[in-house]
């Protein structure tokens, strides 16, 4: 059986009794870095073989995993923060695990989108995830099609990255355009910041941002 658990995407109490019963079990935990998902496991007493799963190796360490499973050992894949397959390594092997008749089971728990947009206080009845949008290669054309929607859309952007893609969203017409940034969820310095892409794009400027960001974009009106 191949477990999806996500691990917590800071405070380590974010983390279910589920979860952690199903890496004590497990014969083998794959990680998108055995150093950060090691540390975890010891702060949980558990013991158990690592290997690594990542976006640079997955192609080539999937058959072997997918043979381990068909033989029947049970395996969780974790991300460093998260639910796997999120903007994260998993979907390849939840894909191939299928394919072979494997059972997969993903456990509830923590992704950073979910409270960010809850804590927008913009509509949730529908919504778009973007995840990353494109660095270069069709990022224009990608925050065009975004500023159109009549929803909210929900992305992730770098610190390095979020006054450039506030000043682009005021550059494209839309400097108004009401938008929730919500950084660092469930670590000490947890923050959501609230206002128009003018607004945020002058606060980031003149107040260096840190973190990770989650980002929510009001909808158009209808």
């Known amino acids: ?5 996500p691990t917590p995407i800071g405070n380590l109490e974010d983390i279910t009794l589920r979860a952690i019963r199903m890496l004590q079990e497990c014969d083998l935990v794959l990680a998108e870095d055995t150093r950060t998902s090691g540390s975890l496991l010891k702060h949980l007493n558990i013991s158990k073989p690592l290997s690594s799963f990542h976006i640079h190796n997955e192609h080539q360490k999937l058959a072997g995993f997918i043979r381990q499973l068909k033989e029947g050992r049970k ?19 939840v894909r191939e695990a299928i ?3 494997i059972k ?3 456990l509830p728990g923590p992704t950073a989108f979910v409270p960010a947009l809850v804590c927008s206080g913009f509509p949730t009845d529908r919504f778009i995830y973007e995840g990353f949008i494109p660095q270069k290669k069709g990022r224009q054309t990608k925050l065009k099609e975004i500023l159109t929607q009549n929803c909210t ?9 979020i006054i450039r893609f506030l000043d682009e969203i005021c550059t494209l017409g839309s400097s108004e355009r009401q938008i929730s940034i ?4 469930s670590k000490h310095f947890e923050e959501t910041l609230r206002g128009t892409a003018a607004e945020l794009a002058l606060h980031f400027k003149e107040k260096a941002p840190k973190g990770e960001f989650v980002v929510c974009i009001a909808g158009l009106p209808d």
Not at 75 to 93: Q, R
Not at 153 to 161: F, I, T
Request: glycine share 6%; aromatic share 4%; hydrophobic share 40%.
């Open 75 to 93: 395996i969780c894949l974790v991300s460093d923060a998260g639910t796997p397959a999120i903007s994260d390594p998993g979907f390849l092997l």
């Open 182 to 185: 919500s950084r660092e969820i």
């Open 1 to 5: 059986m191949l477990c999806i658990v």
């Open 99 to 101: 394919r072979e008749g």
């Open 153 to 161: 859309v929900v992305l992730y952007e770098s610190p390095h990255r």
């Open 104 to 106: 997969v089971e993903c």
